[in-house]
């Protein structure tokens, strides 16, 4: 092939391949460099922008360590993490969303009726609901690993100001598949800005805000674990998420009730004197193939 | 854009640009989205595959640094390097190859006749050759960076066994256009493997071998700058270079001569005594638009 052109180097790539390349690793290596051949084609992509280029994944690099992950940032806001997310979703569940940054290991268990929110600042939330099978059927059992941002804005991996599992816990299910606790109304939050993806958004005139929302991953003996997100239908960066991680049914109202008629068997039970929001947000796991 | 889809994601995306955005960034981010988006939806990338890509570019990044640009690598063996080389090219002049990862600034100027073979073991070669116009007009003043290997298949950034500019200079062309010196014939050699683009090599059954050849930057007021390399015709790897860099017009023949042939105007005029080879390579740069 000594003859590489701009029109050959395609086929020229597939002939380089061992006869014993694993099938799936020679599918996807092929579909990359295909992809990106014809990206470079299309655009005429020139020196210096394949130069800026590289120094974006450098500085991405430098930028990365245990806590920032810059990579999954631009996965992020190029959509892909999303869409990886909706290709392998399962039409009868309820649907995954972005994984993002910020989820850390090691929450510890909450009991049903734990309260999250403490001493912290802003509207009660009393998030409820049933972990189901598709038709609806309870499963006991499962876990829901939740994580929100505090009232800053901050996750508590960003913020030295919070305990390492502010506003995280774990959840198991009784038997008639219940969930619930109450948390403090999860605000809207930018993404880090501060690095080569915020240089990115800025220069495409995009803004960095994800619109609110509780961060849940659901695990149950023989289901498909389920990474979701749930949002609130009045915020205002609903339809303008910078991740993409908004889908219909991950759309709730957050409805607001009377003190008087908070239930029993939460922690707050009892003490609660203002009005509080309730989201009724029932999950649906799908069962393992 | 509340519902985002798998189908609808692209637009979404585009949708996102704020007014102000440069036309061209848009054009090349635009394509970007568009084919990692369609490259996602093709192969069906999984969280297990989309995981093992995130990890990839992190260890890319801890790798780097000012002497190793992993992602240079990763660009030259997936063809990019060479797809924008080619795309950019323009037929009347020599073609342009891969600038890679060695090149390093400063060489020290060498006048006509230089030797760059030193005690070095290994055949004389003795490369010539004018600097022109597309017409065959000779470029006075014309500047010719040259670097390559030594015999054990290092440059000198990767050996410290080298001085700094071991095999490196800067020639300028006289009046007739004309550079020569002699050197060390190149040889083959491998690009680095102990990092995450030696994991892909290996994985798809890939050799890491690159021909030897001779590598040039060539420079003159008014043109357009030329990084090219030149190749031996004998070479086992030339249909197969790893980095896609060989062009049918880069490809020489070093034709053996007898040393009682060797031209004055060398260092080495008068002192050879075995056969040493010859390489006739003009050059020819286009001018500038």
Known sequence: MRTVTSENITSVFMSYFGPDTDPRLREVMLALATHLHDFAREVKLTHAEWQKGIEFLEWAGRISDEERHEFVLLS?????????????????????????????????????????????????????????????????GATIDIWQTAPNGLYSSQDPDQDTYSFHGIQT????????????????????????????????????????????????EGYRPLVTEIFPDDDPYLDEDTVFGVREDLVMTYVPHAAD?????????????????????????????
Not at 202 to 219: C, D, E, F, M, Q
Not at 276 to 288: G, H, N, R, S
């Open 173 to 220: 299910t009784g038997a008639d598949g219940a969930y619930g606790f109450t948390t403090v109304k999860p605000v809207s939050y930018t993404v880090p800005t501060d690095g080569p993806v915020g240089q990115i958004l800025n220069a495409t005139g995009r803004h960095p805000w994800r619109p609110s929302h509780l961060h849940y991953i659901v695990k149950a």
């Open 261 to 289: 008629t908070f239930p029993d068997g939460y922690m707050l039970s009892g003490k609660v004197n203002e009005t509080y929001l309730v989201a009724d947000i029932d999950l649906k796991l799908v069962p393992l193939a």
């Open 76 to 140: 992020d806001v190029l959509g892909l993490s999303s869409l990886v997310d909706m290709v392998n979703s399962v039409p009868e569940g309820t649907s995954s969303s972005v994984l993002g940054p910020f989820h850390i290991s090691g929450a510890p268990a909450i009991p049903f009726g734990f309260d999250m929110k403490r001493d912290y600042e802003g509207e009660i939330l009393l998030a409820r609901g049933r972990v189901t099978d598709p038709q609806g059927n309870p499963i006991a």
